[in-house]
């Protein structure tokens, strides 16, 4: 019965889901679709931005800035989020907290400060980063300034480099 139950769960979510994904991927909803997958790529899912800001740019040339501007919100909201993981996991880390590793990583991190969620861009570095500025109690807002800045850096980079390699 408990089997029964699972499984009539997972159906319902993977429905649930796909009806997500089929409605985010109408035209019409195009800088709604960046924003959530920006925004979900930002926090610690392996999820890439950049395929679905290349494709609305590729289909609309007309909305490169607002494209741009719609993923970095939503990639600096997501970091955020992240940044308040990182704030309140504090408590939990304290097992791990005196390997050597982690001791030079928190002394690089605690010298550069906020300035290092400029680095959030960074595929598989940046996310983590973002949520270890937020357990180190790093000030908000500042590193919430880093890390647009980094972010709207690698998508005007990013968008700007794919139409430049595969124009019209």
């Excluded at 009806?19 to 109408?26: D, P, V």
């Excluded at 959030?120 to 973002?130: F, K, M």
Aim: hydrophobic fraction near 55%; charge should be positive.
């Amino acid at each position: 019965m408990l089997q029964a139950a699972r499984t009539a769960t997972l159906a319902r979510m993977e429905l649930w889901l796909t009806q997500l994904l089929q409605w985010l991927a109408l035209p019409e909803f195009g800088l709604s679709t960046v924003f959530v997958v920006s925004f979900i790529s930002a926090t610690l899912l392996p999820m890439g931005s950049e395929p679905a800001v290349f494709g609305l740019i590729k289909l609309n040339p007309d909305l490169f800035w607002s494209a741009i501007a719609v993923a970095t919100v939503g990639n600096t909201l997501g970091g955020m989020f992240s940044w308040w993981m990182g704030w309140g996991s504090r408590k939990v880390s304290k097992r791990w907290s005196n390997s050597a590793q982690h001791v030079r990583a928190l002394a690089w991190l605690e010298k550069l400060g906020p300035k290092a969620c400029l680095l959030s861009w960074l595929p598989g570095v940046g996310d983590p980063l973002c949520a270890v500025a937020g357990w180190l109690q790093m000030p908000l807002w500042p590193c919430t300034l880093y890390m647009a800045i980094g972010k709207f850096a690698r998508y005007l980079t990013m968008t700007a480099g794919l139409l430049w390699v595969f124009p019209g």
